[in-house]
């Protein structure tokens, strides 16, 4: 998919030679020479990436990234000629993702946006971890709502059965011992209880499972249970 790069820089040769380069390395490019107007195209379009100058006539580049950064959270590398470290603390303070001190070599440029784009996708990945969602066979989970559905339909869950299924279905094809479920769902350490744990996997398999299909949960003899992929 090839990247959008939004420059915002009013020096026109620099911007220029900027956009040549970066078309050049696949790319997609479009400037704005002032900060009013790039603000207007930062918010109209989603952009991977934006180059950012400090000093902009319009509106300058600290505002450009404070009012972007009420609305969208594109990353952003701050360019400028100055280079002390109260603007640099100060851009990143305003929601810039990184800095650049002009002048600058073309490669230390593309080299930043690289890293900003690599990191971006790296939060995006951890994030889906993190997801809202968690999906096992015909059973989601949500967790925003704390229900689990299948086809749609809610299958009510007393407090403690949603902490398990969602403890188990968050650690699909790993054998979760007894032990480890008590600690983790209920909060308590040692192995004296933990025929609670089977109790409640009872409880759940009434709930979930299908009559005359294997259970949607597995038990480990010995060890605990695993819902398998
Ligand atoms: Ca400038």
Redesign the pocket.
């Known amino acids: 998919m090839v990247q959008k790069v939004l420059i915002i ?3 026109e040769k ?1 911007a220029k030679f900027i956009s040549l380069e970066l078309e050049h390395e696949g790319y997609y490019v479009a400037s704005r020479n002032n900060g009013r107007l790039g603000l207007e195209a930062a918010l109209e379009e989603d952009w991977d990436v934006i180059l950012l ?5 319009g509106l300058n ?1 600290l505002d450009v990234a404070r009012r972007l950064r009420q609305a969208k959270q594109t990353p952003i590398i701050m ?3 100055r280079d002390s470290v109260l603007d640099r603390v100060s851009g990143l303070d305003h929601g810039a993702d990184d800095y650049i001190v002009k002048p600058f070599a073309i490669e230390e440029l593309l080299a930043r946006l690289r890293s900003v784009l690599r990191r971006i996708d790296i939060e995006t990945e951890k994030s889906g971890i993190n997801r809202t969602s968690v999906t096992y066979r015909d059973l989601v989970i949500e967790k925003e709502n704390r229900v689990l559905r299948r086809n749609n339909v809610i299958i009510e869950l007393t407090k403690r059965e949603y902490e398990l299924i969602l403890m188990l279905m968050e650690n699909i094809n790993t054998v979760l011992s007894r032990e480890d479920l008590l600690r983790k769902v209920w909060g308590q350490e040692g192995n004296s209880e933990t025929n609670v744990v089977d109790v409640y996997v009872r409880y759940l398999r009434n709930k979930i499972d299908i009559p005359g299909e294997d259970s949607y949960i597995q038990t480990v003899r010995g060890t605990g249970y695993v819902m398998r992929q």
Do not use: R, S
């Open positions: 820089e009013d020096e620099l100058d400090l000093m902009l006539p580049g360019m400028t000629a």
